[in-house]
């Protein structure tokens, strides 16, 4: 072969990049089960047979770092040697030899694809709910995010792609460029036809079901890939000096929707500055050793059904949990938060049916109101009032402060993530400006990989960016995991910190402090048996020690996979730091003469209660929300089979506190008079994003009743299936 500066230079770029992608995926690049990315670089001695030695050499670098030592670095490079210049002997057809290439063809389908995957699937996630992706107390623009995923972008498909194509042979250039030209049509309709309904994407970019894919779903992608490749390059045959005109359009499309997502992102984040201000002042709130305090804590998604397995396995939260009455059968209006928490903060008045009967009224405004139901009732009866992350104020995943801008004396506070690590808060920024073009990179590729390039959700990034760990959580099955999650480290660190944030008063002011945690809602994987975060988590041997913990009064809980240890496991922790809470509570002399109900939005869709499957696949879980309710003085640790909806907590947190319990917005009394005897139209809904389902009622759903029994099948009724029902149906 003769060696030229072309050459050599061909082979010491494929060699670099070979290199430089191992080692950048290195958790999964390394051991005995391996996938590496940077071996479809291993194809481009089809193209370029010079590049077969700079993968040898390449291939040889990123083995040092390989555990199996000398062995991998002499053998394993020799065998991609060896196979790379069997690559380099293969000829491409006759046809296909004389062919020219078309230069502004490969350059539009690189930009083509660099805006796809820079700009407009970025600019999506961020502007579907540009709140999500925003931490006032360590602020980015999510803008940003945008301009990282374009960089990473525009330098794998314009500069990378670029630099082989340039040291190409003009046949191999011809081919390249309907490759290129293939691989747009491929990646448009992946992204817009294909992984629509993964459920709730975190801010993480981790979904919370997981990512899963059916083997009939990836058989027809793959069917559909190879179809429009077919069509493609059938084209491409035929009318290639029309495409670069065609991928020009597009790419002005593509564009013209990014810069349309960027302006609204844009003015949501304006909005979002100027709603969550708390003018500065320290997150704080107060309780009087002498006068009477309520406290309402919201654990988002608590699961109910799940604390006889926790105190079962935990039995000193029964003493902490003192004076304390478990509702064992609870059930919320709704599955999603924006649905259920108007009747859990207003009471009935606030129902989804109820809510619905009120159709020319905004959801977001009909929302906002429940949320200040208590604490105005509380603040005009002469109580200090506190509230702490008022959820989906305003409509925003960073509460909209500014709906008590006319109560000036509601202290209200936005706390998610302001006690975390700053360090962690960085982490996080960093490891979300490299996925979010992973995550593009993820959804514009066949489904059959998407799982692998997803990789949990830390998108092959793995723990080693950071010492402490806090880019994300990978995990190797449901016992093992890397990392930690920024996310639940928000809320986490909130309920931690709840001793350090208590001010113990002695005036005999009456004090009222509402709080929204999401602990429970961000799923992961804790060390055992402490069940705090780790670095590191190996749960295989107390697993195997403790199996049996999820078998309660003859009740068996199915707890297999990931997603059953890791909801249960943040259900632990966030009682464990209640708890200790608590017992800081006791020493200060506020316990006794503290009200405290702790109740969830909902339960979640986890199918591990077979007595809660209904027959039309609805899984009761899903309503199955906490309840737990301490009173005055109350001593002993009971459980309580008495039916009782989210609803009811309004009526039990000014049960006797408040003379005239009247919602200061209707003028109607909150009492157990009041209370209506019908049964309750619970809404079996899934449209959780308040940016889709934010019209004057809520979007079309399946409505159930049940009659005084979540875990009997039998009390369970469905009312109506896609269907906008109203409080008299």
Request: proline share 4%; aromatic share 12%; with cysteine.
């Amino acid at each position: 072969m003769h060696i030229t500066t072309r050459k050599l230079a061909a082979a010491a770029v494929t060699g670099a990049a070979y290199a430089a992608l191992t080692m950048l995926l290195a958790p999964i690049s390394y051991g005995a089960i391996q996938c590496r990315v940077s071996e479809v670089l291993c194809i481009l001695p089809f193209f370029i047979p010079c590049t077969a030695w700079g993968l040898f050499a390449g291939c040889a670098i990123a083995n040092l770092l390989s555990a199996a030592g000398i062995f991998d670095v002499v053998f394993g490079s020799l065998a991609t040697l060896l196979a790379a210049l069997c690559k380099g002997k293969v000829r491409l057809p006759e046809k296909l030899r004389g062919a020219q290439p078309n230069r502004k063809l490969f350059v539009s389908g690189c930009v083509f694809l660099a805006v796809l995957t820079g700009l407009l699937i970025p600019s999506a996630v961020i502007h579907a709910s540009p709140q999500e992706f925003v931490n006032m107390t360590s602020f980015l623009h999510p803008a940003w995010y945008i301009v990282s995923a374009f960089c990473f972008s525009v330098g794998t498909f314009v500069i990378w792609f670029g630099i082989f194509y340039s040291l190409a042979k003009p046949s191999v250039k011809a081919l390249l460029d309907r490759c290129v030209w293939a691989l747009c049509g491929i990646a448009l309709v992946d992204y817009m036809f294909f992984g629509r309904s993964l459920g709730n994407l975190s801010a993480g970019l981790v979904f919370d079901n997981g990512l899963q894919f059916t083997t009939g779903q990836m058989l027809v992608n793959l069917a559909v890939v190879l179809a429009v490749f077919a069509a493609f390059t059938f084209a491409a045959s035929r009318w290639r000096q029309r495409i670069p005109g065609i991928l020009t359009v597009g790419i002005i499309a593509v564009v013209c929707m990014s810069v349309v997502n960027t302006v609204g992102i844009c003015r949501s984040i304006n909005e979002i500055k100027a709603g969550a201000q708390s003018d500065g002042e320290t997150p704080s709130f107060s309780l009087s050793k002498t006068g009477k305090n309520v406290i309402v804590l919201m654990l988002d998604r608590a699961m109910g059904p799940y604390i006889p397995y926790i105190f079962n396995e935990k039995p000193e939260l029964e003493a902490q949990f003192d004076g304390f009455t478990y509702y064992s059968n609870t059930a919320s209006l709704g599955i999603k938060t924006n649905i259920s928490t108007p009747s859990l903060f207003g009471g009935y008045e606030y129902t989804p049916a109820e809510l619905n009967a009120r159709d020319q009224e905004l959801l977001v405004d009909k929302q906002n109101e429940a949320l200040k139901v208590l604490p105005v009732m509380f603040d005009q009866n002469g109580f200090d009032v506190t509230v702490l992350e008022p959820v989906y104020a305003g409509y925003g995943w960073v509460p909209d402060l500014s709906i008590f801008q006319d109560y000036p004396d509601i202290r209200r506070f936005n706390v998610r993530g302001y006690f975390s690590d700053p360090k962690l808060q960085e982490q996080a920024i960093r490891s979300n400006k490299r996925n979010f073009f992973c995550y593009a990179l993820m959804k514009a590729a066949p489904l059959c990989i998407q799982a692998n390039l997803y990789d949990y959700g830390t998108y092959n990034q793995g723990n080693f960016v950071s010492d402490e760990g806090y880019a994300g959580q990978s995990t190797d099955g449901a016992l093992t995991a890397s990392g930690i999650s920024a996310g639940f480290m928000n809320s986490y660190n909130v309920l931690a910190n709840l001793p350090n944030i208590t001010q113990i008063s002695k005036d005999d002011t009456n004090t009222y402090m509402v709080l929204t945690n999401d602990t429970t809602h961000d799923p992961v994987l804790l060390q055992e048996p402490e069940y705090v975060p780790a670095p590191e988590v190996d749960n295989t041997q107390y697993e195997r020690e403790h199996a049996d913990r999820f078998t309660v009064n003859g009740r068996t809980m199915t707890v297999e996979q990931r997603n059953d240890y890791a909801y249960y496991q943040c259900n632990v922790a966030a009682l464990l730091q209640l708890g200790k809470w608590f017992d800081y509570l006791r020493e200060n002399g506020v316990y006794d003469n503290t009200r405290i109900i702790v109740m969830s939005d909902h339960g979640g869709t986890m199918g591990q209660f077979p007595e809660l499957l209904a027959d039309d696949g609805m899984d009761a879980e899903s309503f199955a929300s906490l309840l737990m309710v301490k009173d005055f003085n109350s001593k002993g640790f009971t459980t309580s089979d008495e039916f009782m909806l989210s609803a009811d907590v309004p009526l039990l947190a000014v049960k006797d506190v408040v003379a005239d319990p009247v919602n200061p917005f209707s003028g109607r009394r909150i009492d157990e008079v009041s209370k209506p005897k019908q049964e309750q139209l619970l809404l079996y809904s899934f449209e959780w994003d308040v940016n889709v389902n934010c019209g004057t009622q809520f979007i079309a759903g399946d409505w159930y009743t049940v009659n005084g029994d979540i875990w009997n099948k039998n009390a369970w009724h469905s009312v109506a299936n896609k269907a906008v029902l109203t409080a008299d149906r």
